[in-house]
């Protein structure tokens, strides 16, 4: 790949093999603190338990590597029967293609002008590389760059369809909509409209997997009112109807053939923060704390006997930099997992700084120095903010280190 005239090639990861060199065959209470924490036993567990249920229900997969951002989950992912993934940033994107083990790349945000050039130069090392669109501005944006390029292949792209979150994408039935497919359509020799694209992130809010597998066929029916749209002004235009939200992702544990309508294309899942799982995916009743293959080690430097009521606070190095300002249905901004803490939470934080309460008042305060394994309420963003992880099987001893895709 010729990269070298982009700002992406400046984005160094440090070595993995200084890094297992220095640290595997600890113990993770040994780590200088806060770290990143990952249970490949777990996370191996979560995917396979996904790929199952995906092919139970004969879609297509589509896992997303946004989460964790490296080649090690990415391949739990895989296992070589899944070639399509999508991506949030380039660097993910450049890191995929270079490891040859994907065929199909979705760029996961709407078109970006000032990335193109790049995404242009991986199209010519993977078979596919796939666009999001949701505005006719996008067109106009594709339609120049192929100009300029002098570029014949047309741009294959997904329509994004907006699921009630206004996050991003257009309303089914909304005249919208239906005036980008049609211009879509007919811009055929620049842009090839392979599918939808679906995301239901009000899915968090699920209490069930029943509830969740409502939000699922939502997203199948809001993708296939699109595609039979299509299909009343072109029979021969073949579709993909890719949906999905971790919670609808998980509800395919519980699908149900007779309650999926015809669909007017190949229906494809997507999802990305089942691999590592968080708080935010607990609350939604589709997986149990046991399900979250991360944490982050954090050090008790002080503690305030009585603050705020008994048994009092703690403080400890890991605050919004280290686990995000991110809350969800369960209190706290993260759950303490040691042992004999479990009634502790993260109740506050500031930049380094994260204050531990007791739902309690009958416990005793962590004693200063001493490590706790603190879950997040949401991995993706957690995650990010670490440059390496630090890797067990199932114990607490670091068998491995994953160097993430950091940068944009």
Known sequence: MDLDKFGSKFYVSPSKDALKKK???????????PAFVVDQKVVKNNCDEMLKSIEATGALFRPHVKTHKCIEAMDLQLQGRVNAVVVSTIR?????????KVDDILYGLPVCRSRLEELYELSKNVKSVRLLIDNLAHIDILKQFAQKHSIKRPFSVFIKI????????????????????DTTLNASGIINLFGFYCHAGHSYGAS?????????????????VAAEYVHKKNRSTPLVLSVGATPTAHATKAWIADSVPKLYGRLEI???????????????????????????????????PNRKGAPGEAL?????????????????????????????????????????RSSNSKDVLPRIGQLVRIVPQHACITANAFTWYFVTDGGDI???????????
């Open 92 to 100: 993910e994107a450049i890191a995929v293609v270079a490891s040859g």
């Open 270 to 304: 997507h999802t990305g923060n089942y691999a590592f799982c968080d708080l935010q995916q607990a609350a939604t009743g589709c997986v149990s704390v046991s399900n979250i293959a991360c944490s982050v080690m954090a050090e008790v430097i002080s503690t305030y």
């Open 398 to 408: 670091i068998t491995d280190i994953w160097v993430p895709w950091r940068g944009w």
């Open 316 to 356: 400890v190095n890991a605050g919004v930099i280290s686990l995000s300002r991110e809350n969800g249905r369960i209190p706290g901004f993260g759950n303490v997992i040691t042992e004999g803490l479990e009634n502790w939470y993260v109740d506050r934080l500031s930049q380094e700084h994260g204050i531990l």
């Open 162 to 181: 907006d699921m009630g979150t206004s996050r991003a994408g257009l309303q089914v039935g909304s005249p919208e909509l239906q005036d980008l497919i």
């Open 208 to 224: 069930s997997i029943e509830e969740a597998r409502n939000y699922l066929l939502d997203e199948i029916r809001a993708a296939n």
């Open 23 to 33: 640290y595997v065959g600890i113990s993770i209470y040994e780590i200088p603190t």
